[in-house]
């Protein structure tokens, strides 16, 4: 149980074009998913919180225009990187809580590797 | 402000002696904690979690000792396993707060 899907696992795109992110749970409900990005030999920093039904919440110095997160159901939460600049190049991870259980665990995600040429 | 620290980058372990990885924090209002693995270009893997009001918690090989006054905690593996070679996460959350806050990482190298 607790398993949690991402897609696509790698993606490599232009300059300025926008890329999606889908994160889901396969096996439980989460009111909440959380978007992480880590650099190479970094920890994982938190970038936002994805409520179902709600705005997410996003930590200090993350842009929200251009990181787009939409929950539109108890499995999906998606991540659009718009405009995408070869800074934005990273590895994106998303976790789940699993509403269910009533627990503080969070479950990872596969993550997606994103390079912006 | 790291708030969550993982003072050692790197531990190297023979295979079937006990890996102890460490962690500390800063922040008392921290109530739960818990330690994922993490191989490149994976997500991380649950392992291991322990509430504040609890001191040690076990799971086959795995085990965690919280000291609260010391601010620290760490995950015992034994026996280590050739498999086990991974960066290793320390991650913290306060008073039901859905945020956890990561360790900067400890990668655990099994020498067989």
């Known amino acids: 149980g607790a398993v949690v899907s991402q897609h696509p696992s790698w993606v490599i795109c232009k300059s300025g074009t926008s890329v999606k992110i889908e994160c889901r749970s396969l096996d439980f409900q989460a009111t909440t998913m959380f978007w992480y990005r880590q650099f190479p030999k970094q920890s994982l920093m938190l970038m936002a919180t994805s409520n179902e039904g709600s705005k997410a919440t996003y930590e200090q110095g993350v842009e929200k225009d251009k990181f787009l997160i939409n929950h539109a159901s108890l499995t999906l939460s998606t991540l659009t990187v718009t405009s995408a600049h070869p800074e934005d190049s990273s590895f994106y991870i998303c976790s789940a809580r699993d509403a269910g259980r009533g627990q503080e665990t969070q479950y990872f995600g596969p993550g997606t590797r994103l390079l912006v040429l | 402000d790291q708030q969550v620290k993982q003072n050692s980058p790197s ?86 707060a859905q945020k956890l806050v990561f360790g900067q990482g400890t990668r655990l190298t099994i020498n067989p």
């Open chain 2, 11 to 96: 531990l190297s372990v023979q295979e079937g002696r006990i890996s102890i990885l460490n962690c500390d924090y800063t922040n008392s209002m921290f109530d739960y904690f818990l330690w994922y693995k993490k191989y490149p270009a994976e997500g991380p893997t649950f392992l291991i979690s322990i509430s504040s009001i609890k001191d040690k918690n076990e799971d086959g090989r795995f085990t965690v000792f919280l000291n609260k006054s010391a601010k620290h905690l760490s995950l015992h593996i034994v026996p280590s396993q050739p498999g086990d070679s991974a960066v290793y996460f320390c991650a913290a959350s306060a008073g039901g």
